[in-house]
Nanobody, 123 residues
Framework: QVQLAESGGGLVQAGASLRLSCTAS??????MAWFRRSLGKEREFVAA????????YYPDSMKGRASISRDKAQSTGYLQMNSLKPEDTAAYYC??????????????????WGQGTQVTVSS
């Protein structure tokens, strides 16, 4: 059973950058992803990475502003967000799987989830 613990959220001003961390324990990771949920909206895919080779996936809306990476030695994944906007305000969730479950963009592809970390961007 994989446990995920996010950190790095907080209150930032528009235009700032932020790096979120997700530390995994208790098992092996095949892929890790970040999702976010804004108030009143459905959970949205932000980025994903294949743990072993480092291949990354982004929706078109995040290309150029989000960057996912991982440190295998530290069992930690990162989400770097640049040029933050008030509409980026959301709870950000780390997700992972130990085997490929089909796809990378859908939340059903992941069976382990962190508790979430809040990011608030002020204008």
């Amino acid at each position: 059973q994989v446990q995920l613990a996010e950190s790095g959220g907080g209150l930032v001003q528009a235009g700032a950058s932020l790096r979120l961390s997700c530390t995994a324990s208790g098992g092996t990771i095949y892929s890790m992803a970040w999702f976010r949920r804004s108030l009143g909206k459905e959970r949205e895919f932000v980025a994903a990475i294949i743990w072993s080779g480092g291949t990354t996936y982004y929706p078109d809306s995040m290309k150029g502003r989000a960057s996912i990476s991982r440190d295998k030695a530290q069992s930690t994944g990162y989400l770097q967000m640049n040029s933050l906007k008030p509409e980026d305000t959301a709870a950000y969730y780390c997700a992972a799987n130990s085997v490929w479950r089909g796809g990378y963009f859908n939340q059903d592809s992941y069976n382990y989830w962190g508790q979430g970390t809040q990011v608030t961007v002020s204008s």
